[in-house]
């Protein structure tokens, strides 16, 4: 049962536009929500959080949404390089306190950025 | 430079031969933990460590071994390895369970004949 789900395996855009990467979960026990970038050959690399208390949070280029009532987030990359391209994958995981929980992982998508 | 190394990177083996996947960091970090990535399901966890003599099962531990007699490496064994452990498999660590980012070594990809 894949409790965080990205449905899309890829997606492709133009530099310089605007990559969305969505992110859907199940279990409303989750309240932190993690992105990682991972490029061939190299392992994931800690992209951006978000906890549930929160609706948004951006870093540079990087925003992410939490759609708690949809069970839903994304990551929005402005503008897209063709340094981004890479698989990302969204993970989730409960806070018990000060301690966080095991991490859940989606399947991961592919951003292909075009010069 | 801060880093999660694995060894080997790459492992070709056959059904049965008993393999060890070693993980090492030099950050001082109590938590380590293993995953495995395959198409279509993301990485799972297959074993974590809070801090040395102290590990639990993740997700997926079946047929897999792990130790901790040091607070810098964790290996990951394969008793007796079988084709469905064919993945690319990555150790990752952090400061300890009150911290939010693990740090992923480089993987290692496994294939069992």
């Known amino acids: 049962d894949q409790q965080v789900k990205q449905n899309s395996p890829s997606l492709s855009v133009q530099e310089g536009r605007i990559s969305i990467l969505n992110c859907d979960y199940t279990?409303?026990?989750?309240?932190?929500f993690l992105w990682y970038k991972k490029y061939p050959a190299e392992g994931p690399t800690f992209l951006i959080s978000i906890s549930s208390i929160k609706d948004k949070n951006e870093d540079g280029r990087f925003t992410v949404f939490l759609n708690k009532s949809a069970k839903h987030l994304s990551l929005h990359i402005v503008p897209s390089q063709p340094g981004d391209s890479a698989v990302y994958f969204c993970?989730?995981?409960?806070?018990?306190?000060?301690?966080?929980?095991?991490?859940?992982f989606g399947q991961g998508t592919i951003l292909t950025v075009h010069p | 430079e801060a880093q999660v190394t694995q060894n080997p990177r790459y492992l070709i083996t056959v059904t049965g031969k008993k393999l060890t996947v070693t993980c090492s960091q030099n950050?001082?970090?109590?938590?380590m933990s293993w995953y495995r990535q395959d198409p279509g399901l993301g990485l799972r966890q297959i074993y974590y460590?809070?801090?040395?003599?102290?590990?639990d099962k993740g997700d997926v531990p079946e047929g897999y071994k792990v130790s901790r007699k040091e607070k810098r490496n964790f290996p990951l064994i394969l008793e007796s390895p079988s084709p469905n452990q064919t993945s690319l498999y990555f150790c990752a660590s952090s400061l300890d369970q009150n911290t939010d980012t693990q740090y992923f070594g480089p993987g290692t990809r496994l294939t069992v004949l």
């Open positions: 993970a989730a995981s409960v806070i018990y306190g000060t301690s966080y929980g095991k991490l859940t």
């Open positions: 460590s809070m801090n040395v003599e102290v590990t």
């Open positions: 279990n409303s026990m989750f309240d932190y």
């Open positions: 950050m001082n970090h109590e938590y």
